[in-house]
């Protein structure tokens, strides 16, 4: 039986709590970092050799689909009832609306070091220490909407103009495709400045501090968004009913990204499991 | 075969003053309390003299295999109180690649390339920049003050006989993950 990802705008008080003291005990029994640490790992470019899998390649959408189904597993392990939310950063834009609330993930960074002090990811509060990470640092920071420089979250637009392209992705299937669903959504663009980024690149900027680096995964809004990135796959697939997952077959040896993605029937790494079987997961979830 | 091959860093350090000239996507009034000193990388550095070069000289084609700068092939500088260093070290291999060894406050920060020829480095792993150095003021930026790093790479990912690939290694700090 499918159970539901919510809005994390419509969570009662009580599905919040169980969510946030699920990831807590998680964490306390260290499976948390965990998944830090295969994010980081997994995080590979295309100017670089070998095989790419969760970013910049069209295993993007899938590699994060099953990245959070494990994570959502290891919730509910603890609570059943728990399911992971999304955020709907299109309609829920300062840095004052949900998700940024002391129930739930807390508020933004301070200003003098961008140290979260409010909310249950509160290095101050004792259950958020980081263990992995790029800096030596513990405690986790926002500098939502990057306050040197401001920026605003990608819009509902910005959203539509991915989900009206009707290809699934295209060659060369890295960070420098201009059309395409896959890069439209995860947003690598070429030259300066605000017009580089989009969608789930932008949204990481936007949260800046943990978020913008190689252990973004260390602030649980990372699984709020993905979800929401998730949900627009299944949305883009409902909008263009028949478009699969490209490439259907790998690309041959003579080819520059031969052995550097993965085809719809290639099993992804770190998993077994391929692009095709995590097209439908409608049997597991469904978004409400 | 593969673009870019593993650790060509052909992407040039573009050196000192004036800082005007040097492309950033960072507004100026981030540049006013920069101290700019720079110097050659003495020995230890396995790179022929290299001359330094006017600050607009563009950045090197990701296309190009084998990655030597030309010009100036090292960079030093103090960036908002953190001393940042950076090398390009020919590399042993069949192709001749190279690589960037950058480090900020004595620590290896691993940089990584994109297909256009920008990088990315571990600290801001969403947007990227023209040179290495440029990404390495970038990871100072965003690093909190009293904060070090930690000597972090991505991993080798998948099996690696899957599609045999001539050049399977990739550019990073030898240590992997850590804690």
């Known amino acids: ?288 | 075969m593969g673009v870019g091959n593993g650790g060509d860093g052909a992407a040039g350090a573009i050196p000192g003053p004036p800082p005007s000239s040097l492309s950033s996507p960072s507004s100026p009034s981030r540049r006013t309390r920069r101290e700019v000193t720079l110097g050659l990388l003495a020995s230890g550095v396995a790179l022929a003299a290299a001359p330094l070069v006017a600050a607009s000289r563009p950045p090197r084609p990701a296309s190009d295999p084998f990655g030597a700068p030309g010009g100036t092939a090292a960079f030093q500088e103090t960036y908002r109180g953190r001393l940042i260093r950076g090398a390009w070290t020919p590399g042993t291999g069949p192709a001749g690649t190279g690589q960037w060894q950058v480090t900020v406050d004595g620590r290896p920060l691993h940089l990584m390339r994109r297909a256009d020829g920008t990088w990315l480095s571990m600290v801001d792993h969403y947007q990227s920049y023209p040179t290495p150095l440029e990404a390495a003021r970038g990871a100072v930026d965003d690093m909190v003050p009293g904060q070090g790093l930690r000597d972090v790479a991505p991993g080798p990912v998948g099996d690696a006989d899957r599609h045999a690939h001539p050049y399977s290694h990739t550019q990073g700090v030898p240590g992997g993950v850590h804690a």
Not at chain 1, 25 to 43: A, L, M, S
Not at chain 1, 125 to 144: A, I, M, P, S, Y
Not at chain 1, 258 to 266: F, N, Q
Not at chain 1, 276 to 284: A, G, N, P, Q, T
């Open chain 1, 1 to 288: 039986m499918a159970y539901t990802r919510k809005n994390v705008a419509k969570l009662t008080r009580e599905e919040r709590r169980r969510f946030v003291d699920a990831l807590l005990e998680i964490k306390r029994r260290g499976e948390y970092d965990e998944f830090v640490r295969t994010h980081i790992q997994y995080f590979t470019t295309d100017g670089e050799s070998g095989l790419r899998t969760a970013h910049m390649a069209p295993s993007f959408l899938p590699w994060h689909r099953r990245f959070l189904l494990d994570l959502e597993r290891a919730l509910r392990r603890v609570d059943s009832s728990v399911t992971i939310p999304y955020w709907d950063w299109t309609r829920d834009r300062t840095t004052t609306s949900v998700p940024w609330r002391e129930d739930l993930l807390g508020g933004n960074g301070r200003r003098a070091d961008r140290q979260v002090t409010t909310g249950p990811f509160a290095y101050a509060h004792g259950h958020w220490t980081l263990r992995v990470g790029v800096t030596d640092g513990k405690f986790l920071t926002r500098d939502l909407g990057r306050s040197r420089d401001p920026i605003a979250l990608p819009t509902g637009s910005e959203l539509e103009r991915a989900l009206e392209d009707p290809l699934y992705d295209l060659a060369p299937w890295d960070s420098t495709v201009s059309k395409g669903f896959r890069n439209k959504l995860e947003g690598w663009g070429s030259g300066r400045g605000s017009s580089s980024w989009h969608n789930h690149n932008r949204v990481h900027r936007w949260v800046g501090g943990t978020m913008l680096g190689a252990a973004s995964v260390n602030d649980p809004v990372f699984w709020l968004h993905h979800a929401f990135l998730d949900l627009q796959w299944t949305r883009w697939q409902r909008r263009h009913r028949g478009a699969r997952y490209l490439p259907a077959r790998p690309p041959g040896p003579g080819d520059p990204q031969y052995g550097r993605i993965v085809a719809r029937h290639e099993k992804l790494p770190p998993w077994d499991v391929t692009p095709d079987e995590l097209e439908d997961v409608s049997r597991i979830y469904r978004y409400v």
